[in-house]
């Protein structure tokens, strides 16, 4: 795989933040990404559904630079973050020493502060990942994220283990980070509806390929009871194959 990034801010693909040439993936004899071609602008929130196998995370691991076997061009800034499913904090370091893990400078502690503050965990700085609930673990791995500062921010269902209650709250959390860092987000999710009420834009992927790119036009904030969300949930569900009714 060829993989370029961004050095010291100088963008050498002009407007885009992401970019996929020809991208394949293989295990054995199964092509999980076949011939992926992608553009993402500088600062657009891309959410990516699809069923279960169909390569999401595969994609995600090869942005985040995990997997170096694939094939093709791949293009992504200087500054790339991920936030997984699971938390994957160090259970032996408190939660400022999670967040700051690996960050180098003078102002990490100012810096830790901000972040923490910015995802309303202040209050548990100096406690032990294993006295945190779900939705306040997941919070300290976006904060982790952010105080990197990443031009790219790699969600792979991040969200995906919450209660509903809670995931609500981490929509309202996610969408305050994103106003305030500005990050190109893509947002690996199952949910159509948390797709379209975070996202600028969607892609469903299907046997390696992407089947639909379609930009949600849909004003802020946004309602799942409103007429034209639920045409725009209808388009992605029968993308993915999905009828919603119950006989």
């Known amino acids: 795989m060829k993989r370029q990034t961004r050095v010291n801010g100088a963008t050498g693909r002009g407007p885009n933040a992401l970019v996929l040439g020809g991208v394949w993936r293989a295990f054995g004899d ?3 990404l076949d011939g992926l071609d992608l553009v993402v602008p500088h600062g657009q929130f891309v959410a990516l559904l699809g069923h279960s196998g169909c390569g999401k995370s595969t994609l995600i691991r090869l942005l985040a630079d995990l997997d170096r076997e694939a094939q093709g061009e791949v293009f992504v800034p200087e500054r790339v973050a991920t936030v997984f499913q699971d938390a994957r904090l160090v259970p032996w370091k408190r939660v400022s020493d999670n967040v700051s893990l690996g960050v180098a400078g003078s102002d990490v502690a100012a810096r830790v502060r901000e972040v923490l503050i910015d995802v309303e965990m202040a209050d548990h700085a100096r406690a032990w990942p294993i006295t945190l609930s779900g939705g306040e673990a997941q919070r300290v791995a976006l904060a982790r994220a952010l105080i ?20 609500i709250k981490m929509h309202s959390l996610l969408a305050a980070m994103y106003a305030k860092y500005r ?4 947002f690996v999710t199952h949910d159509v509806e948390e797709a379209l009420l975070c996202a600028d834009r969607i892609l469903v992927l299907e046997q390696g390929r992407f089947i639909l790119d379609e930009a949600v036009l849909l004003n802020r904030p946004r309602r799942r009871t409103s007429v034209a969300f639920q045409a725009m949930r ?9 009828v919603d009714v119950v006989e």
């Open 148 to 167: 990197r500062r990443p031009d790219l921010l790699l969600l792979d269902e991040p969200f995906g283990s919450l209660d509903a209650l809670t995931t």
């Open 183 to 186: 990050p190109t987000v893509l």
């Open 234 to 242: 209808e388009r992605v569900l029968a993308a993915l194959g999905v």
């Open 30 to 32: 199964r092509r999980v």
